[in-house]
């Protein structure tokens, strides 16, 4: 038997679907996003030198494993699983973050040391690169992040001047939310960041020496 609504029922009904439609699909609205944080920095990030005496140095490429190079946050549940945040993201590019936090953890552990530090896009005229791979970067929520990298120094020129070197970094995750995850990861890079200050005073430190045996002015 064929039912019939009033004309008003159906346009009420015409009128309200939408709303419920947008209400059942809200969830994506509820997404979260994340950035790295660094050590801190004066000013703009990779924008300031010194001064007329400071060598500048350029951070990069950066480059990232094919599973982290996504909006999600990826941790991981077991030796060979991952998981994927949907609704955790970041805020942008990973790897542009990561070269971010690289530049201003950089920038504030080498300042005294008269050493700039620039993004890999920048113009300014530098004494040498910094090239870093990470193979792993990932965490188990309320465990542990670990850090699996290596970097080395080439001189403006492309010649290698540090022998690349690996480093591997574990971090406790000190709760089982996300913001817990980028905490620790942030805490990563920072100690990475710390292994290669060393070896940028070094090779800095190095080529002012050659240098003033040449005759030539530092940098």
């Given amino acids: 038997m064929a039912c019939f609504f009033p004309p008003r029922i159906l346009l009420l009904c015409i009128l309200l679907t939408p709303f419920f439609l947008g209400a059942c699909g809200g969830s994506s609205s509820g997404a979260r996003f994340y950035t790295l944080t660094s050590l801190g920095f004066p000013g703009e ?3 300031a030198v010194a001064d007329s005496r400071s ?17 999600q946050i990826v941790t991981r549940t077991a030796v ?7 609704f955790d993201l970041w805020g942008g590019s990973l790897r542009t973050d990561i070269e971010r936090v690289f530049v201003e953890n950089l920038s504030v552990l080498l300042a005294k040391d008269h050493i700039s530090v620039v993004g890999w896009k920048s113009r300014y005229p530098t004494v040498g690169s910094v090239p ?3 193979d792993r970067f990932d965490a ?6 670990v850090l699996r990298a290596r970097w080395g ?3 403006k020129d492309g010649k290698m001047l540090e022998v690349p070197r690996d480093m591997m970094v574990t971090k406790p995750v000190k709760g089982f939310g996300y913001s817990h995850v980028v905490a620790a ?27 003033k045996n040449t005759g030539n002015p530092p940098r």
């Fill in 132 to 134: 870093v791979w990470l």
């Fill in 45 to 47: 990030a990779g924008e």
């Fill in 185 to 211: 990861m942030s805490d990563a890079l920072a100690d990475l960041s710390r292994n290669m200050a060393v070896g940028i005073k070094s090779v800095v430190a190095k080529q002012d020496a050659d240098q």
């Fill in 80 to 86: 060979n699983e991952l998981s994927l945040g949907d």
């Fill in 153 to 155: 120094i080439h001189g």
């Fill in 55 to 71: 060598a500048i140095v350029r951070i990069g490429p950066v480059e990232i494993p094919d599973y982290l190079d996504r909006p």
């Fill in 140 to 145: 188990v929520p309320g465990d542990t992040i």
